[in-house]
């Protein structure tokens, strides 16, 4: 319980930790920012990472120069990791996949989320390679997305233009809007509920589709 409460004060206040961070670390924010990004679209045992929120506040402290961030550098180091994360998602799915999928520890982890998984695996029989696209603003679809479309065996060039297409619009997208909007009064003075309503209306679709399959029921 506690580690949770940590972990939501983390997302709830990230304005804070990661001026924090880049205050004590300096430019080797990008090098954590990578990381980040890369694990929550890279490994799908990482879904629950702040993705969203993370692009919007580094954006706005990147217009501020916060210790010295630059957001031409933030844009091309993080769209760089979300790529790549993607590329490396996509592998483990296409050489372990069905594997994984077949086996009842992972059916019953506590760490793996395998409804969310079983979800995207429907969304991606229904609207193909779009998917790699849409998934990327939405929570947990992110990271199983690239991880199906390589059980799919997805054509790897397909995949690549989806995957390239998405990193854009998703990185450039929401750093920019925190680059442009974070940094104004209102926005600086109620950001945490700003990171809360992002996060929020990232999962609406999730939560549209899970209402209508209990209708449907």
């Known amino acids: 319980m506690d580690l949770f409460l940590q972990f ?3 997302v709830l206040h990230l304005d804070v930790h990661l001026t924090e961070l880049v205050n004590t670390y300096g430019l080797w924010i990008y090098a954590i920012l990578f990381i980040i990004i890369f694990s929550e679209t890279g490994l799908v045992i990482f ?3 702040p993705g969203d929120s993370l692009l919007f506040v580094a954006g706005a402290l990147a217009a501020l120069g916060q210790g010295g961030m630059d957001i031409f550098t933030l844009i091309l180091v993080l769209f760089i990791a979300a790529f790549i994360g ?3 998602n996509f592998e483990i799915g296409k050489s372990l996949g ?23 695996q429907q969304f991606y029989e229904k609207h193909g390679g779009k998917t790699i696209i849409i998934s990327r603003f939405l929570p947990l679809f992110r990271t199983f997305a690239p991880f199906v ?16 297409i998405g990193a854009i619009l998703w990185v450039v997208g929401l750093c920019g809007f925190g680059y442009f909007f974070g940094n104004i009064d209102f926005v600086k003075k109620n950001l945490s509920f700003v990171i809360i309503g992002i996060i929020v209306i990232s999962l ?11 209708f449907q029921k």
């Open 47 to 49: 879904p629950f990472l």
């Open 149 to 164: 479309a390589g059980i799919g065996k997805m054509n790897n060039l397909q995949f690549i233009l989806y995957n390239s």
């Open 204 to 214: 609406l679709p999730i939560m549209f589709a899970w209402i209508k399959s209990k």
């Open 98 to 120: 069905n594997r994984l999928l077949n086996s009842e520890k992972i059916k019953n982890s506590k760490i793996f989320n395998y409804q969310a998984l079983e979800k995207t």
């Open 86 to 88: 993607n590329l490396v």
């Open 8 to 10: 939501l004060d983390i």
